[in-house]
């Protein structure tokens, strides 16, 4: 098997940071009403800027896959260009379209670039890392002798104000109390939009620093839980998900089938719990301690879980000292599938490495509770 690299990495973030008081002049507001959630959700999850692919008008800007392609084009200079790439794998939460898929999509916008293999992952948070995982696997094997891997969200149209506009005149037809639920909206206070590449080799970078990818693991829970965040459905009383294409036309609009959803409660009962237990069975596999963590790179999607992740790991004997972690997401804004992209990528040029320093990379994934994981080391 071969030693596989990340030699280069690079990220791109559309427009200019937004702040808290501007979020709802990109996004709108619901039934011309200021959210309820907004404040309470801010004031947990303790960010205070990040990127919209959008005007601010509401017009959108950048598809996702141009996002990506503008990662990616951050990566080729004279000594790796577009027509040297070999494998194309691109992990993404919200495609631009059902089909083609988005890594299809993406290398139709590659400029320069030659016939490649294609992978898209689908999913929520994991799909970057799942990305990663078979570029990893493809130069590992000598399927390939490199791959360009991305994470990429462009989730700001899916939260423009008018996608529930037509639930909520429902719920005011029927005498409901004429705003979204809270399980909808405050994810409109959580998400933000941009993307992540990584270069993967199988020999390190000639000229500067590499990061080995050592190992890496991914776990599910869905035999054990239902659906947590979800789109095109909805949820049942049994815990099953309706899916769209078995909804009338105009109940798509009527139930916003199509909005992104979390199931709040059950978020807060499993998703510290479920990542504590899968971190611990990946470094015991590895036998890796805490101890020879030098940076622990935990994606999280609220500040509101730092300090509860914390301690829920000191409860299975993992102990990594806060100034051992590193994060982003006050900046850059939770951005789902591209986050692990996007802290690695700040990290990895920060000029703060050593060579011999140990990164451990840690993505839950509330969909239907999954867990990825790598251990990269500096050479």
Not at 110 to 130: H, Y
Not at 306 to 318: A, D, F, N, S, T
């Amino acid at each position: 098997m071969n030693c596989v690299y990340i030699t280069k990495a690079n990220k791109f973030l559309p427009n200019t940071p937004i702040d808290n008081d501007q979020m709802e002049a990109f996004l709108g507001k619901i039934n011309e009403a200021a959210s309820r959630a907004k404040r309470v959700v801010l004031r947990n999850n303790g960010i205070q800027t990040r990127y919209y692919a959008l005007d601010t008008q509401g017009n959108p800007t950048h598809t996702n896959a141009e996002l990506t392609c503008l990662a990616i084009e951050g990566l080729l200079d004279d000594r790796f260009r577009a027509e040297d790439i070999e494998v194309l794998s691109c992990g993404t939460s919200t495609p631009d379209t059902l089909l083609p898929s988005h890594a299809a999509m993406v290398h139709g916008l590659l400029r320069g670039s030659g016939v490649v293999e294609l992978n898209s992952s689908a999913g929520v948070c994991n799909s970057g890392m799942n990305a990663l995982k078979f570029g990893y696997l493809s130069v590992k094997a000598g399927n390939s002798s490199n791959a360009v891997c991305t994470g990429s969200e462009r989730v700001s149209t899916w939260l423009r104000a008018n996608k529930y506009e037509n639930e909520i005149q429902t719920l005011a037809l029927l005498e409901e109390h004429p705003i979204l639920a809270f399980k909808k909206d405050f994810l409109r206070f959580m998400l933000s939009d941009g993307a992540g590449a990584f270069l993967l080799e199988n020999t390190p970078h000639p000229r500067q620093d590499s990061l080995q990818i050592m190992w890496m693991e991914g776990y599910s829970y869905a035999h054990q839980l239902e659906a947590c965040m979800y789109a095109g459905g909805e949820k049942q009383s049994d815990g099953s998900l309706k899916a769209w294409s078995d909804y009338a036309p105009e109940e798509w609009l009527e139930y916003s089938i199509f909005a992104i959803k979390q199931d709040v409660k059950l978020l807060n009962e499993n998703i510290l719990v479920k990542g504590a237990e899968s971190m611990l069975v990946a470094l015991k596999k590895h036998d890796l301690s805490a101890e020879e963590i030098t940076y622990f790179l935990p994606h999280i999607s609220s500040n509101y879980f730092k300090e509860r992740l914390y301690e829920e790991l000191k409860k299975v004997g993992i102990d990594i000292p806060l100034d051992r972690w590193f994060m982003n997401l006050t900046k850059v804004g939770n951005v789902g599938s591209a986050s692990p992209y996007l802290m690695l990528e700040e990290l990895f040029n920060s000029g703060k490495l050593q060579k011999g320093d140990n990164l451990l990379l840690s993505v839950p994934e509330s969909g239907r509770f999954s867990y990825s994981y790598a251990l990269l080391k500096v050479v």
